[in-house]
């Protein structure tokens, strides 16, 4: 099988294809052998996917903002950091709008799912939440006005003031030009070893 122009290349030499065609005919050896070179996949690809996910925003335009939205999220992670948050803190505010411009309507779930496995449940809420939070930032916004107190349904829950510190501290306020932005492999490492920790099996919530 090694050899065929037709497949896919394995990301080490020394491994071997999986050779059914379908998920429903994998036997034992099978699962084994794809589970154990996962792993290796995931330790060393899944910092490279998320980072080329952001970087890949790099030079986009914008329409309006005077920076762009990796740009946003740069001074959101170096604001954190200058002020002395932990690691996982740092990689939300990275992470917090990572679906901004993929999935804009709904883009802090977007990062909670990609986060949730290995953050902390109030980090996962504030990811999840924050852009239900920043509308209260919204003062004359003509057409979220009434959107501008739905975070106060949430009032008196355990993530609220978190919440609201890190919107009005490291969302709302990250987005204008001369404000600290350290490169992206900056913070490489720290996500790298946000990741690395085991990570939860979340099953999906029901409605």
Partial sequence: MKGDATLSPLLRAEWDYIAPPALDQFRADDWRLLTKQGHTYAAEQQVLHVLRLLEGSANDPTYGYQVNNFRHCLQSATAAMLDGRDEEYVVVALLHDIGFTT?????????????????????????????????????????????????????????????????????????????????????????????????????????
């Fill in 103 to 207: 999935c804009p309507t709904n883009h802090g779930a977007f990062a909670a799912s990609l986060l949730a496995p290995y953050v902390s449940d109030a980090s996962r809420w504030l990811l999840e939440h924050h852009q239900i939070f920043l509308a209260h930032h919204y003062h004359e916004h003509p057409d979220t006005a009434e959107d501008s107190a739905g975070r106060e349904g949430w009032r008196g829950h355990p993530n609220f003031e978190a919440t609201a510190e890190f919107v009005a501290r490291y969302d709302q306020t990250t987005i204008m030009p001369g404000q600290p932005e350290a490169p992206l492999v900056t913070f490489a490492p720290m996500l790298a070893r946000v990741l690395a920790r085991p990570p939860r099996r979340l099953l999906p919530r029901e409605d």
